[in-house]
C-alpha cells in the first residue's frame, strides 16, 4: 500500500482534491488515484471504485461526456430505476458497463477521453485502455518482473524496482520528430500505450505483455474518401457538422466546477467560444496570452472576439523574463524529452487560466481534421510545381534558399508581401522558407513528408550508437499511391503529430497546474464524420477549414478571424541569441556532450554556432538537443518539485 501511495501522490498535480489506494495483497497489484474533482465533487465520487458487485475495481483518468445516456442504457437492461447508484460520477457507469457488457464492448459506446486501470477480481485480469484520439496519456512496462503503469513516467519512477535505460533508438525519433512516438518512450521496455487499443493481461508469475488489442480506427489512407450521403449538397454537409460541433461542445461544458475557453482569436478557438457562449448557462471566462514580439501576438484578435461574443475575457502579456521562467519546470513537467516550444506559453495560458476555472476547452484538432496547416495545400502545390525538375536543380535551389541569412529572406518578404494577397500571407516568413528548403529535393510524396516534419534529417548521424525503429512514417512510403497528397498528410499528422504532440503538450502543460482540457473537435463523432469529407470542402483557393469557415461565419464577422495563420508560439531563435544564450552554452559545451556519451559533438557545435552568427535559423534543431540536455541533468529529480502544486 506505501508503494501505490508513493506512486500516486507524484501525481498530486493531476489530482489534489482527493487521493486513495486499493491493494489485493494475494495478487500483489495495487491501484492509485489521485482526484481532480469535476462531476459529483462528493465522495461517492472518489477513486478507486468498486463496481456495485464487487467484480471490478477501477482508476480512471478522464471525462466520459455520454455517461448520462450510458446510465440510462444501463436502467433500462437492468429493468432499474436511478436508486441503483450510489452517486452521479461517470466511474460509476463505466463500472456498471463493464458488468453489464464488456471491456471492448463498453470501449466501443464511449463518447469521452480517458486512460483507465480495471482489475477484474473474477478473472484475475488487468485491463489497460486508452480513448479513440490519445488525449489522456498511460505508460506501462515490466520491470524486475514488475508490471508498471501511471498517467506519468514520474509514477512508475517512484517505484522501488525502477530503473530506467535511456532507449538511444527513442532518442533517435526525438531529434527527428521533437517528440517521442507512440508506442516509445525515452525508456527501455518502458511504453506508450497508443490511441485507440487495450491490454488486457492475465495474472501470471511472470509478464509476457500481449500486444495492444485495437478497438477503434479511424478512416485513414483511404483510396477516396466518399461522403457518408453522397447525394447531399454542401449545405447539408454544414448543417450536419455544426449540429454534431454544437453537440459536442455543449457535452464538454457539464461540470461541477466553472469552465472557460481557450481563445486565440483563430478558426478553431473562436468556433469552439462561439458555440460554448450559446449553451453555458453563466458568463463563459475566455483566456489568451500575448506577447510584445512581432509575429507571436495574437492577444489583440482574441480581445476583439471576446468583445464581440461578450465573454469575460482574461488576457496575460508576458515578457521574456516570464516565459522563460518556465524551462526550468519543462524536464519534470514532461517527464521525458519534449521539444515543442509552444510548451512554454500553453503552460503560461494554463496557469493564467486555473486561477479562476477548472476546466478549459481548447481548439486542438481543428488543424489535423480539417485541412487548416499550410503545408497541406502549399505542400502539394510545391510538389506538382517541381516534381518533375531534375533532382540536381532542386537541390541547388534548396542550396541557395539555405545559404541566405533567415534575417535578409524576412527583409525581403517586408518589402514585398504587399504584392501578395492577404489570404495566401503567411507569419513568420523567414520560417516557412527554410521549410521549403528541406522539402524541395524530395523524391516521392513520402520523403517530402518526412524532410518537412523532420528537424534533425539523419539523426542516426548525431545519436551515437542509435538506430532509428519503425514506425507509420518510417514506412509511409508505402501509401503514396493512396490518397491525393494532401489527405495523405492529414492521415499522417492525425496518426502521430497530433496525439504525440500536440495532445502530449497540452495534457501535461494543463494538468500540471490541476487544470483539465477538453477539446470539443476530438470527439470521435467529428472525426469520423470530418475524414470522410471530400477535401473540397476543408480546402479551397488555397484556404483550409472552408467548411469550419462557414459555420464561424453565422457567430462572428469574417473580418475577426481572417488573417495568415500563426500559432501560438514563443521567438526561441531570438533567445537563444541573447537572454538564453549562457543558458545553451553550458548544456551545449563540447566536454560536456562528449562526457554525457549520447551526441555526436560535431553537427551539433557547427549548427549552434550558424544560428549564434545569425547564418542560419537553427532554433527548432538547437531547442531538441537542449530540452534532452535539460531533462538528463534533472532525470531522477525530487518529484515534490510538482507535488507542491507549485507550478
Known amino acids: 500500500m506505501n508503494i501505490a501511495s508513493k506512486m500516486a501522490d507524484t501525481l498530486y498535480h493531476r489530482g489534489p482534491d482527493y487521493g486513495n489506494v486499493w491493494v489485493d495483497a494475494k495478487h500483489g497489484i495495487g491501484l492509485g488515484h489521485r482526484r481532480l474533482s469535476i462531476m459529483d465533487l462528493s465522495s461517492e465520487g472518489s477513486q478507486p471504485m468498486i463496481s456495485r458487485s464487487g467484480r471490478f475495481v477501477l482508476v480512471f483518468n ?8 450510458i446510465r440510462n442504457e444501463v436502467e433500462e437492461n437492468l429493468q432499474a430505476d436511478s436508486t441503483i447508484w450510489k452517486g452521479r460520477s461517470d466511474t460509476e457507469v463505466l463500472l456498471a458497463g463493464f458488468e453489464l457488457w464488456s471491456v471492448p464492448e463498453t470501449l466501443r ?38 508490471l508498471l503503469f501511471g498517467s506519468e513516467l514520474k509514477a512508475l519512477k517512484a517505484h522501488p524496482h525502477w530503473k530506467g535505460e535511456i532507449s538511444r533508438s527513442s532518442l533517435v525519433l526525438f531529434l527527428r520528430f521533437n517528440y517521442l512516438p507512440s508506442p516509445y518512450s525515452i525508456y527501455n521496455k518502458i511504453f506508450k500505450l497508443p490511441q485507440g487499443t487495450f491490454l488486457e493481461i492475465k495474472w501470471i508469475d511472470h509478464f509476457e505483455l500481449p500486444k495492444p488489442t485495437s478497438y477503434w480506427s479511424p478512416p485513414l489512407f483511404t483510396e477516396k474518401l466518399e461522403k457518408t450521403h453522397p447525394e447531399e449538397s454542401e449545405q447539408e454537409t454544414v448543417r450536419r457538422l455544426e449540429n454534431l460541433l454544437k453537440d459536442s461542445v455543449k457535452k464538454r461544458l457539464v461540470s461541477d466546477v466553472p469552465v472557460g475557453v481557450f481563445l486565440s482569436g483563430g478558426i478553431d478557438s473562436t468556433t469552439v467560444a462561439s458555440l460554448a457562449k450559446d449553451q453555458y448557462p453563466a458568463a463563459l471566462k475566455t483566456f489568451t496570452i500575448g506577447f510584445h514580439e512581432d509575429g507571436y501576438n495574437e492577444a489583440n484578435y482574441a480581445k476583439e472576439v471576446a468583445k464581440h461574443l461578450g ?3 482574461t488576457e496575460l502579456y508576458v515578457d521574456s523574463k516570464e516565459a522563460m521562467d518556465v524551462i526550468p519546470k519543462l524536464p519534470v513537467l514532461f517527464d521525458e524529452p519534449f521539444s515543442d516550444s509552444s510548451q512554454i506559453p500553453t503552460f ?29 495545400f502549399w505542400g502539394e502545390i510545391i510538389w506538382k510545381t517541381m516534381g518533375w525538375v531534375p533532382h540536381e536543380i532542386k537541390q541547388g535551389i534548396s542550396n541557395f534558399i539555405s545559404s541566405r541569412r533567415p534575417l535578409k529572406w524576412q527583409r525581403v518578404w517586408k518589402d514585398f508581401s504587399f504584392l501578395v494577397p492577404n489570404d495566401l500571407r503567411v507569419m513568420n516568413f523567414e520560417e516557412k522558407l527554410q521549410k521549403v528548403a528541406k522539402i524541395l529535393s524530395a523524391k516521392s510524396p513520402g520523403a517530402f513528408y518526412n524532410d518537412l516534419v523532420s528537424d534533425w534529417p539523419n539523426p542516426e548521424g548525431v545519436v551515437l550508437g542509435g538506430k532509428e525503429p519503425p514506425t507509420i512514417l518510417t514506412s509511409s512510403s508505402k501509401y503514396d499511391g493512396y490518397a491525393g497528397f494532401a ?23 494543463c494538468m500540471g497546474v490541476s487544470l483539465e482540457a477538453r477539446t470539443p473537435f476530438l470527439d470521435h463523432r467529428i472525426v469520423e464524420f470530418a475524414l470522410k469529407m471530400p477535401l473540397s470542402v476543408k480546402i479551397r483557393k488555397m484556404q483550409g477549414k472552408w467548411i469550419l469557415r462557414q459555420i464561424l461565419y453565422k457567430y462572428v464577422p469574417q473580418k475577426l478571424v481572417e488573417r495568415p495563420k500563426m500559432g501560438l508560439g514563443v521567438p526561441i531563435g531570438f533567445w537563444l541569441r541573447g537572454p538564453l544564450r549562457d543558458w545553451a552554452e553550458t548544456l551545449l559545451s563540447e566536454r560536456r556532450i562528449k562526457e554525457e556519451g549520447f551526441f555526436n559533438v560535431k553537427p551539433i557545435r557547427q549548427k549552434w554556432l550558424e ?37
Open 109 to 146: 459506446r464511449l463518447v469521452g477521453m480517458f486512460a483507465f486501470a480495471l482489475w477484474d477480481k473474477k478473472e484475475s485480469t488487468l485491463f489497460l485502455a486508452r480513448d479513440r484520439i490519445g488525449e489522456k496519456p498511460l505508460f506501462y512496462g515490466v520491470i524486475n518482473n514488475t
Open 62 to 69: 478522464g471525462e466520459i461526456y455520454n455517461f448520462q445516456e
Open 311 to 313: 465573454t469575460d475575457h
Open 611 to 647: 544560428h549564434l552568427s545569425g547564418e542560419k535559423n537553427w532554433q527548432n534543431s538547437i531547442w531538441s538537443i537542449l530540452m534532452f540536455q535539460a531533462w538528463l541533468e534533472n532525470d531522477g529529480i525530487s518529484q515534490d518539485y510538482l507535488g507542491s502544486n507549485s507550478l
Open 487 to 509: 489527405q495523405r498528410m492529414m492521415s499522417l499528422d492525425f496518426a502521430t503529430y497530433l496525439p504525440d504532440d500536440i495532445l502530449v503538450k497540452l495534457d501535461r502543460a
Open 348 to 376: 503560461l495560458l494554463a496557469k493564467l487560466a486555473k486561477k479562476e476555472v477548472t476546466v478549459c476547452l481548447s481548439g486542438d484538432g481543428g488543424d489535423e481534421i480539417f485541412g487548416g496547416y499550410n503545408r497541406y
